[in-house]
């Protein structure tokens, strides 16, 4: 028998897969419907507050904090774009967005900075963890999308779901790199006098890695973004509709607009958070 | 002295690396440690290491570049978990003791002063000098009391609330001390606390050391690899080499007997007039004449001939030292009217005695100036002995074949 021999032996993996998919469904969609309720009820949440607050409040935050960590001249363009969203009529959608953004980022944060601290002081975990990293960030997003809504439905849940394997790795690989950057002499110092583990990650090198966190948290804020068009193809609201919309029935102008949006806010709180993370 | 030790180590090694079961065999079939190497990938860090430290005493652990002196001074504190051995600190056993005992051990007994300093970028000086009490959960205002007390004992009290990267090398380095004074602990590890600072800055440190010990004796672990160093502050030293502890005593006495080529070459081009007292040259060979039981001159002149001697050392009858006579100045005392037939008027003007802690090139020019041999006297003012210029030569002679040895000398940075 000739093992060269493609054509005739094939590994049925696809099949597998689909079966598998097909199991999950069928039998464990209750449980899935019921992991996707605290992202639900945070969403919710957001969109609330973000819809509820006139205009004028939102921009003062934001401007607020552009002042407050980044300067004046982001300060500036901070009011720009608010007012150029507003204009432009993608007020609704920006706010939309922005809540699916926020509530990816805090779930990215929460589950990302406690595996990048585990990540950080252990080469076994960070061994185990890399591959995952490297599929979450390189699968094509179309892939996983469909199981994500057989399980999840269709709708902003799952776009944010989306979101949130795209955007968590950067935030756990800098969270870990910022752990094991760390002098060890200072990891040993600190032993020396006496520190428990807790006390060495709690004073020393949590504070210490803090601005690679923060570079962190900024990249996922803009993964995120990056996300919201695919998002909107499975129903989640928000700036990508515009674009999606947009090229389905070639309204260029319209897409475009859209996607100007997105990339301006993108700055703003590229500029804002690296700001922060300056401090 | 006290005659408990403070800390005692008992056959500790270290072996790093992947195969420590062999290279232990290896090491017992009497291989070096870098065929160990080669054969192991295993390093030796420290072999069966035993010695003993006293309390109060400043204990300098020398050796080259990777002959293992952090890795015995992290086992003190098990920063390295020894392979095997035993450390006892007021006898009890810190190898033996759990997470939480090491813990509580490392905040109230034991610190530590780095090379690299090792100050935390991100907390002001106050806050770093406050580090292991803040570690022992002792609250804000009484901790940061005693960082500052411990601040002022090296002169930084102004700088508490400024960062360390502000500060100059030397200063960010007293903080390291002071970090590690504040807990006020009784045994202090020094691991080349101060071989990053220029040599100026260096010796100020080392002075501001020995004051600090002067004012309050804490067992220091001092390592180094600068012989003028240790000699400087050490009370008893410690060579190291590959791992094996070779030598252990006081500077005087390592340098008057090396045990062995390695450490005869560390003292190469070591001035021995420095470091060696006439304390620890002189000998009792001269005769000594006590001039309490009535001795006339004529019976101290029969003693002198009777031993072939031309001087004579005259004591009281506790040892006190009253002056040198000669046979010369014997007989012409003799020769005198009875009354003046006393020891005392043989006294041999300029006979002026030195003392025991005096240095070897203190006492040069007195021992090259006169004759006889000087005299040496305890700080009571007893005699002790007394050296020949042969004798001062003889010891001149024997570090001279130190220096001409045939090792090749340590670089003594
Ligand atoms: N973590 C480790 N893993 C493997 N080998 C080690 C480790 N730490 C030390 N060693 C080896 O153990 C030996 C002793 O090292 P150590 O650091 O104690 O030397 P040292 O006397 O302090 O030298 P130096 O003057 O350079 O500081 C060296 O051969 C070193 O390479
Ligand atoms: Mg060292």
């Known amino acids: 028998m000739n093992i060269f021999n493609f054509d005739e032996q094939q590994i049925p993996l696809d099949e597998w897969i689909q079966t598998f998919v097909d199991w999950l469904v069928a039998n464990y969609r209750d449980i899935f419907q019921i992991i996707k309720a605290p992202i639900e009820w945070s969403l919710n949440g957001l969109e609330w507050l973000f819809a509820t607050l006139p205009p004028w409040v939102v921009i003062l935050l934001f401007a607020v904090a552009a002042w407050r960590f980044a300067g004046k001249r982001v300060t500036l363009f901070t009011l720009l774009t608010f007012l150029l969203i507003g204009y432009l009529g993608l ?52 892939v ?115 996607g100007l949006a997105i990339v301006l806010l993108a700055m703003v709180l590229d500029r804002i958070t690296q700001g922060i993370g300056k401090k | 002295m006290d005659v408990t030790p403070k800390i005692a180590i008992k056959n500790l090694f270290k072996i790093f690396g992947p195969q420590p079961k062999k290279a232990r065999t290896l090491l017992e079939q009497g291989l070096s440690k870098e065929e160990i190497f080669e054969l192991t990938e295993t390093t030796i860090g420290v072999q069966n290491a035993s010695f003993e430290i006293y ?42 003791m759990n997470r939480g005992q090491l813990v509580q051990m490392r905040r109230k007994k034991m610190s530590m002063v780095f090379q690299s300093f090792a100050l935390m970028p991100h907390m002001s000086v106050l806050q770093n000098a406050a580090f292991g009490l803040e570690m022992d959960g002792i609250d804000r205002k009484t901790r940061e009391e005693r960082a500052l007390k411990a601040l002022e004992q090296v002169g930084l009290e102004a700088w508490a609330e400024s960062m360390p990267a502000e500060l100059s090398g030397g200063m960010q380095q007293r903080v390291g001390l002071a970090r590690g004074l504040a807990t006020d602990p009784e045994v202090l590890l020094m691991d080349e606390a101060f071989s990053a600072l220029d040599p100026l800055i260096r010796t100020e440190m080392q002075d501001e050391l020995l004051r600090l010990q002067a004012r309050q004796k804490r067992t220091i672990v001092f390592i180094s690899h600068d012989l003028d160093e240790a000699m400087r502050i050490g009370d008893r030293i410690a060579i190291m080499e590959g791992g094996r502890v070779v030598q252990v005593g006081t500077p005087e006495e390592i340098l008057q007997n090396p045990a062995d080529d390695y450490v005869r070459a560390f003292f190469r081009g070591v001035d021995p007039t420095n470091i060696l007292t006439a304390g620890d040259i002189a000998l009792d060979s001269q005769v000594t004449i006590v001039i309490a039981d009535g001795k006339s001159p004529r019976a101290a002149l029969q003693r002198l001939i009777k031993n072939d001697r031309d001087y004579g050392y005259v004591v009281d009858s506790e040892r006190h030292f009253k002056g040198i006579v000669s046979t010369d100045s014997l007989r012409e005392v003799i020769e005198r009217p009875e009354v003046d037939q006393t020891i ?70």
């Not at chain 1, 929460?110 to 599929?135: C, N, Y």
């Open chain 2, 344 to 413: 005392p008027n043989a006294y041999l003007p300029g006979a002026k005695p030195a003392f025991s802690g005096d240095y070897m090139q203190d006492i040069l020019p007195q021992v090259a100036s006169h004759p006889w041999p000087l005299a040496i006297l305890d700080d009571d003012g007893k005699y002790l002995g007394a050296i020949s210029k042969n004798l001062f030569l003889r010891t001149l002679h024997r570090s001279e074949q130190v220096e001409n040895g045939t090792l090749e000398g340590p670089a003594t940075k």
């Open chain 1, 144 to 258: 996983y999308l469909v199981p994500v809504v057989m399980l999840f439905s269709i709708g902003t849940v799952s776009g944010i779901l989306a979101t949130i394997v795209f955007a968590l790795p950067p935030i756990i690989r800098l969270t870990s790199l910022g752990i094991r950057q760390v002098h060890p002499e200072l990891v040993e110092a600190a032993l020396a006098f006496g520190a428990t583990n807790w006390q060495v990650l709690r004073k020393v090198q949590f504070p210490l890695a803090m601005p690679s966190i923060m570079a962190g948290l900024n990249q996922t804020i803009m993964m995120a973004l990056s996300m919201v068009v695919i998002a909107a193809l499975i129903g989640a609201g928000g700036l990508g509709n515009p674009v999606v919309q947009g090229l389905n029935t070639l309204e260029i102008g319209m897409a475009t607009v859209g």
């Open chain 1, 91 to 142: 007020w609704e959608d920006t706010m939309t967005t922005l809540s699916m953004v926020i509530c990816s980022v805090v779930f990215c944060a929460v589950a990302g900075i406690p595996l990048g601290i585990m990540a950080g002081r252990s080469d076994r975990f960070e061994m185990i963890l890399r591959p995952f990293l490297d599929a979450m960030q390189t699968t094509p997003a179309f």
């Open chain 2, 55 to 96: 309390a109060g005493e400043i204990f300098v652990i020398m050796g080259l570049s990777g002959s293992g002196k952090s890795t015995i001074v992290r086992m003190l504190n098990r920063l390295i978990e020894p392979t095997s051995g035993q450390v006892f600190v007021d006898n009890e056993e810190i190898t033996s």
